[in-house]
């Protein structure tokens, strides 16, 4: 089936290579349509795109449609990937706030696609840290992005701002548009959210874990062509698709869960956030309040990942650390006394590295100890690196 791809293109002297980028994707039996920002329009024209994609090009909100499709709607519904390039820190910015004031940016509004900026700008622009709040803030919602080149650009500057390589460029949109299958035939277990450790019928003991991290990993092995097992606690999220999904509450029922699964997976990948304590002895009736003090004794909980390393085997197993200081010294320990193949840390006390973000700032130990740190990211971005290390193990 042929593929479709919207092309947005901002005001910026890099728009012309626009041209390029669609004459490539053309030649590539991909379907093409070109959105022209007003400013854009200053800089190429849209004949010139016309003739390229073979498609009208878009540039005006209001004007009247040949057919009876509100445009932006049908544009954005029709698309299976939206490359802005060149993305202006203008566009980044009214995205980033939910402006939608053109057929660009409201067609943005509406897509359900994989979103991918490609910003040209002067490198002091660029480097402006609310432009880089921003980008953060949409790779955080899921967005991607392809860094900008170095080198000499229009205002004389030298430095970061110039639009990536129109080959790189393609090579990025190609990457999303084909459907990876590289994890077909791969059994991957893995384990999300908090568990809750009941005191009495009212009150428990729990942590701030989102499960989102989990849900991000099982999402994108699915997507990935994995056979998927998702073990979680409470969250709020929804099961991602083609995941089979099996909801526990306590740390005692992930373990039983994990453990009747264990034997189906050749990928485990620990992500959920256990108790390591819970009360020794649960009220079966609410424990009423009273004028003195009440002390609560907790016992060790399990540890599920350690249980499951002691007889490992062939199947690949990963853990994850989220500390709040010691950060590597206690991850690697953690490799050491669970036998993993690889550890995924985090510092939990850093901004954006939290529970319950969308993003994630990881570091990646494997048992080897080669350590690769990875900037803040989406939770989703990250994910993929996570199957990608798995992918090393495999055997």
Known sequence: MKKHVVIGVTGGIAAYKALDIVSALRKKGIETHVILTKNACEFVTPLSFETLSNNEVVTDTFKRAKSWEVEH???????????????????????????????LTTTLMAARCPIIFAPAMNTLMYENAIVQENIAFLKSKGCHFIEPDSGFLACGDIGKGKLQKVEVIIEKVLSYLEETQDLQGK????????????????????????????????????????????????????????????????????????????????????????????????????????????????TRNPDIL??????????????????????????????????????????????????????????????????????????LELAHIILDTVKTFTR
Not at 347 to 364: R, V
């Open 187 to 298: 059994n991957i277990l893995v384990t999300a959210g908090p568990t809750i450790e009941a005191i009495d019928p009212m009150r428990y003991i729990t942590n701030h874990s989102s499960g989102k991290m989990g849900y991000a990993i099982a999402e994108v092995a699915a997507k990935r062509g994995a056979n998927v097992k998702l073990i979680s606690g409470p969250t709020n999220l929804s099961c991602p698709d083609r995941v089979e999904r099996f909801n526990i509450q306590s740390a005692l029922e992930m373990y039983d869960v994990v453990n009747a699964h264990f034997e189906w997976a050749d990928v485990v990948i620990k992500a959920a956030a256990v108790s390591d304590y819970r009360p020794l002895e649960i009220s079966h009736e609410k424990i009423k309040k009273s004028e003195g003090d009440v002390q609560l004794i907790l």
């Open 73 to 103: 709607i049908a544009l954005a519904k029709r698309a299976d990937l939206f490359l802005i390039a060149p993305a202006s820190a203008n566009v980044i910015g009214k995205v980033a706030n939910g402006i939608a004031d053109d057929m």
């Open 306 to 379: 350690k249980s499951l390393g002691s007889r490992k085997g062939n199947k690949v197993l990963v853990g994850f650390a989220a500390e709040t200081n010691n950060l590597i010294a206690y991850a690697t320990e953690k490799i050491k006394s669970k036998n993993l193949d690889f550890i995924v840390a985090n510092n939990i006390s850093e901004e954006k590295a939290g529970f319950k973000g969308d993003t994630n700032i990881a570091t990646i130990i494997d048992r080897n100890g080669e350590t690769i740190k990875y900037p803040m990211m989406s939770k």
